[in-house]
């Protein structure tokens, strides 16, 4: 593994690989950190041209705990606003001697151009491409999922929302298939659920009591508004009430079900503020965990030469 693109084709011993090799950076009580000296001397620049609080944030902390030099590209004061092409940022920024670039785009495919374009030594993470994909958070998710349940093949997961814009949705479909999750689920409105994913495997449920039955986890996702175009929003109060997850919602799910959702949260809209912050909920552990899950990403490809 030279970049971390996507997670569609990696096998299963790559993401188990992943994931055990995040538990070591992780002490016993699974919130602590350790610093270790892996990546000392490497640059890791931060490329943003997409906001983020999470990701961006524990991208850098990552970097920091293994030792790199970090640099956060502030992209609305970079030279891009001037013209510059995402190549010659590129171009520019390696020679500063990058070893790695984190990439955020609302291009699907932006990280893979910029992979095409830099010398064989530079690696790519992508952080998240349009709708196309966020491999750390779908790693992160099955750290979690693992953490919680142990066992992937016994598992009924329900992914509830707008599934058809979410590039979290598309990562997380092809990690639970391949770690052998025997049921998964996609939830919400005809509009916002791809007419595709039973080709995947995936059954497809519209009504919100019958997708998260009995359901092991449940993933929430937000509405992508900054996605969508005017016909497909829907309102936020009737949205809340046919697939917002209220605690009378969760209790048709199994009864040690945990609620899971990437990030940002909108209260009283997909999600109630009782279920975000209840007992089931397991949202800031994800984001904990994602630490250690991105420390493991760049340590592994950054061992990796072409
Ligand atoms: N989950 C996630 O990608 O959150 P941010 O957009 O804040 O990085």
């Known amino acids: 593994l030279i ?44 490329l943003f041209f997409e906001n983020s609080t999470r990701t961006r944030t524990t991208f850098e902390i990552a970097a920091k705990r293994l030792s790199a030099d ?7 004061k970079s ?11 590129i171009s520019n920024l390696s020679a500063m001697h990058a ?12 990280p893979y151009l910029i992979a095409q374009h830099c010398a064989p030594h530079v690696h790519v993470v992508n952080a998240g491409d349009g709708r196309h994909a966020h491999p750390t958070q779908g790693l992160l998710d099955m750290y979690t999922i693992r953490h919680y349940k142990k066992d992937f093949t016994r598992l009924r997961v329900a992914i509830v929302g707008d599934i058809v814009h979410s590039r979290v949705a598309r990562s997380d479909i092809h990690a639970l298939t391949t770690l052998g999750v025997p049921e998964i689920r996609a939830v919400g409105p005809k509009t916002l659920v791809p007419g595709n994913l039973s080709e995947m495997g995936v059954q497809v449920h519209h009504d919100m009591a019958e997708g998260i039955r009995d359901a092991d986890v449940i993933i929430m996702l937000r509405l ?36 899971m959702h990437p ?19 397991v949202i800031l552990p994800q984001v904990t965990f994602g630490i250690a899950v991105r420390m493991a990403v760049m340590s592994i490809i950054a061992g990796n030469e072409a």
């Open 79 to 89: 030279s891009a606003s001037k013209g510059e092409s995402l190549l010659d940022t």
């Open 224 to 259: 992508q508004n900054e996605r969508m175009s005017g016909a497909m929003l829907p309102s936020a109060g009737e949205y809340f009430k046919s697939y917002g997850l209220t605690e009378e919602k969760l209790a048709l799910a199994a009864p040690d079900c945990i609620v």
């Open 70 to 76: 970090v640099i956060n590209l502030d992209i609305a």
């Open 99 to 110: 070893d790695m670039f984190v990439v955020r785009h609302s291009e699907s495919g932006a």
């Open 3 to 46: 970049h971390l693109l996507s997670i569609e084709g990696l096998p299963r011993a790559v993401l188990t690989h992943i994931l055990d090799t995040a538990s070591t950076f992780l002490a016993v009580n699974d919130r602590e950190v350790k610093k270790v000296p892996l990546l000392r001397g490497k640059s890791v620049f931060n």
């Open 263 to 281: 990030g940002p949260i909108n209260r009283g809209v997909e999600i109630d503020s009782a279920v975000a912050d209840g007992r089931h909920s």
